[in-house]
């Protein structure tokens, strides 16, 4: 990029658009040069976090009346459902589908190599996977003794997420990697800490409520399921947790990461 496209705005003009690609750019970096048990416990910190919002989907529907298709009971799960992506995006742990954005924009800028991202992106989405499980074992061990969330609660969640074929999986990861991408963006240009709660619950909240496949969120909401029940196997969690990878990577990196920087760049902003 050159100086000209880093000018200060006029007085009464908006933040342009390329101070928000740089702001993006260097959180990538930033995170790219970090240390790997950096990158590990964070990751695993955010997989452990992000359970929360599962955990309070499967009490909520435990104590509601309603269920799914139920616009009010609707409302409460999607709520709850951005519950741990708060968590997660206000703490700044490593979250692998906002690496899905962040991580690229500094390949695209040869600021950093494919190899990088690569790094970045197992690290993250290893320790992200292997937090999940860990709250899930925690969670499925210690709450059904509390009486907070009744089985068949955690078996309904992930049979929202299993019960697709393998093209659903793919296309709508690829609508909620879209989508978290859409996060790391406006979460760079918010100002405030109120600002950027109400994107990340707006933004969430959608996912949750059009039920499309968060490859970390979901990869607790499966292993509730398959804990729980025997309706669900390990092929089903193998085949929900490479789809939704693959899709939510290539949502993040091509709808987000390379469109915003080619408009930006190429356009001008």
């Given amino acids: 990029m050159t100086d000209s496209d880093h000018k200060p705005a ?65 409302l409460l799960l999607a709520s709850a459902y951005a519950v741990g992506f708060i968590f997660v995006i206000i703490a700044r742990s490593e979250l692998f589908t906002e690496h899905t954005t962040l991580a690229v924009m500094p390949v695209l800028d040869g600021r950093a190599s494919a190899g990088n991202l690569a790094r970045v992106w197992g690290l993250v989405w290893v320790s992200n996977v292997v937090g999940g499980a860990v709250f899930t074992i925690f969670v499925v061990v210690l709450v059904p003794d509390f009486g907070v969330a009744s089985p068949d609660a955690f078996s309904t969640i992930a049979h929202q997420l299993v019960d697709h074929g393998v093209r659903w999986l ?6 909620a990697g879209w989508l978290m991408g859409l996060v790391a963006w406006l ?77 930006v760049v190429r356009g001008g902003g």
Avoid: C
């Fill in 187 to 263: 979460v760079a240009a918010a100002q405030e800490t109120i600002s950027r709660l109400v994107i990340i619950w707006l933004v969430t909240a959608s996912i949750g409520m059009l039920h499309l496949p968060h490859s970390i969120a979901g990869n607790v909401e499966v292993l509730f399921g398959l804990v729980v029940s025997s309706d669900i196997t390990v092929l089903d969690y193998a085949e929900f947790l490479l789809l939704s990878t693959v899709g939510n990577a290539i949502g993040g990196g091509v709808f987000v990461a390379l469109l915003k920087y080619g408009h």
């Fill in 10 to 74: 006029a007085a009464g003009e908006q933040t342009p658009t390329p101070d928000i690609l740089e702001s993006v750019i260097e959180s990538g970096q930033h995170e790219m040069q970090r240390e790997p048990e950096g990158l590990l416990l964070s990751g695993f910190s955010a997989g452990l976090d992000i359970g929360f919002g599962p955990l309070l989907m499967a009490v909520l529907l435990t104590l509601s009346d309603g269920g799914y298709g139920d616009l009010g009971t609707e």
């Fill in 170 to 175: 793919f296309v709508a990861g690829i609508l």
